[in-house]
């Protein structure tokens, strides 16, 4: 079985600041995790995904996510926050079939000028 | 690409009331998902199509819940009888299976409120 836990639901960082949300999966397969954005009243959009290879993903508006086997976990950062970063995130693995995505409780970002 | 489209974006509706969602993917996907999210939740998968076929369920469908997809474009998610703790978002999202079928497109969803 499948699952992710996103670690805080709300996380507050200033403008310009590192950003750290935190995700740890659990998988019986070698899992496709993704990380996705929802701004306010908008559909979920993809920041970045793991699949296989290289362990460091980069995606959209400056984002990355490391991949830790080690550690299950597959942590989102961004080196400076910017206002625009202002959402809510949700972590995501698929299922082993490919066909269901299950995703964490989601985490909020702040950010304060 | 035109996106994914959903409609209505709201839904008000009396507990005991049919109500019925639409979604229309982006054309070429021949993948479409059903999902619903309540406040505080990640979304949860409801359903899943390839083409015209309904291939897996998941047991929060009950059978007061009924989704299709009958020539392979639209959808449409029924609901019957509806009751208080249906309210929530219902989101539609498509992909291609194959290639980026990874990838799914979120609609803006429906937001239900069952009074």
């Known amino acids: 079985a499948q699952s992710v836990t996103q670690l805080g639901s709300h996380v507050s960082v200033s403008e310009g600041a590192l950003v750290l949300l935190r995700c740890n999966y659990s998988?019986?397969?070698?899992?496709?995790l993704f990380w996705y954005v929802q701004y306010p009243n908008q559909g979920l959009q993809l920041l970045l995904k793991?699949?296989?290879?290289?362990?460091l993903v980069k995606g959209i508006n400056g984002f990355e996510a490391e991949f830790k086997k080690s550690e299950t976990s597959f942590h989102l950062t961004k080196p400076s926050a910017h206002m625009s970063d202002a959402a809510e995130y949700f972590c995501?693995?698929?299922?082993?079939?490919?066909?269901?995505?299950?995703f964490g409780t989601g985490t909020s970002l702040t950010v304060i000028p | 690409d035109t996106g994914v489209s959903q409609d209505p974006r709201h839904k008000i509706t009396k507990r005991g009331q049919n109500v019925t969602f639409r979604c229309d993917p982006i054309s070429e996907h021949n993948r479409l998902y059903w999902y619903r999210q309540t406040l505080g939740q990640g979304p949860e998968f409801l359903t899943y199509f390839q083409n015209e076929a309904q291939l897996e369920k998941s047991r929060l469908l009950s059978d007061r819940f009924s989704a299709e997809r009958p020539k392979g474009s639209f959808s449409t998610l029924e609901i019957q009888r509806t009751e208080q703790g249906d309210s929530a978002m219902y989101l539609c999202a498509s992909s291609i299976s194959g290639g980026l079928r990874e990838k799914l497109f979120f609609g803006s969803g429906t937001q239900l409120s069952v009074l």
């Open positions: 793991y699949t296989t290879g290289a362990t």
């Open positions: 995501a693995v698929s299922s082993d079939t490919g066909n269901q995505f299950y």
């Open positions: 998988s019986s397969v070698p899992p496709y």
